[in-house]
Each structure stands twice: as C-alpha cells, then as structure tokens.
Nanobody
Framework: QVQLVESGGGLVQPGGSLRLSCAAS????????IHWYRQAPGKEREAVSC????????NYADSVKGRFTISRDNAKNTVYLQMNSLQPEETAVYYC?????????????????????WGKGTLVTVSS
C-alpha cells in the first residue's frame, strides 16, 4: 500500500520546538521532491517548505525562514521538518506530499500543489 505517514506532532509551548517526520511506505522517496504544507483552522492550506529529490535544494515560506529546517534521509525513506521558535499562530495540521513532476526543483513550490501522494497530516498545537 502506497502511503505517506506524518508523525511528531503534538502540544508545544510558544518558543518551543518539534521535529516532524514523513515516512513513505509502498514506494521510495528517491525520485520525489517532498513538500510540507500546513492548514490552520479556518484558513487555507499554506506551503511551508520543500526539498528536492536529491536533497540539495530546499526552499521555505518567508514566515518560517531561519526557524524551520527540512531534511531527508533517503536510506530511511523519510523526510523531516525541524521547527523551532514555534508560535501560537502556527497551530495547524501539517501535511507532507510527494511530487515527481518537479522533483529537481523547489523554486516554485508555493505555486502548485498537484502532488502524487499526500499524507493525512499531524496536528501541531502551540499553546501555553
């Protein structure tokens, strides 16, 4: 069964950190760029970050630059999103998605969301 599974969400205090994982099963991530999105209650889905298939290219939304780091371990078939200095407004369901059509580039990652596979999301709650 082909699927992406996110994990690592939970409750964290403002200013805290979490590391999300996106694990693939039923296929290998080697040929896919991986994107992270988030959707806060009552808001549209937002593209957060992207990493190319080889891991050499990354990109981030302006709102998370300098605080979030995306990485991948193709041997473990897993992509990570390290999130630091989290703020309450970043409470959202975080999703990962796999894209083969532009696997080599994250330049325009905020302009399209036609992904091959989506995970079901993991909830991140930032609250004191």
């Amino acid at each position: 069964q082909v699927q992406l599974v996110e994990s690592g969400g939970g409750l964290v205090q403002p200013g805290g950190s979490l590391r999300l994982s996106c694990a693939a099963s039923g296929f290998t991530l080697d040929n896919y760029a991986i994107h992270w999105y988030r959707q806060a209650p009552g808001k549209e889905r937002e593209a957060v970050s992207c990493i190319t298939s080889g891991g050499l290219g990354t990109n981030y939304a302006d709102s998370v630059k300098g605080r979030f780091t995306i990485s991948r371990d193709n041997a473990k078939n897993t992509v990570y999103l390290q999130m630091n200095s989290l703020q309450p407004e970043e409470t959202a369901v975080y999703y990962c998605a796999a894209d083969s059509s532009q696997s080599w580039s994250c330049t325009y990652f905020q302009l399209y969301d036609d992904m091959d596979y989506w995970g079901k999301g993991t909830l991140v709650t930032v609250s004191s």
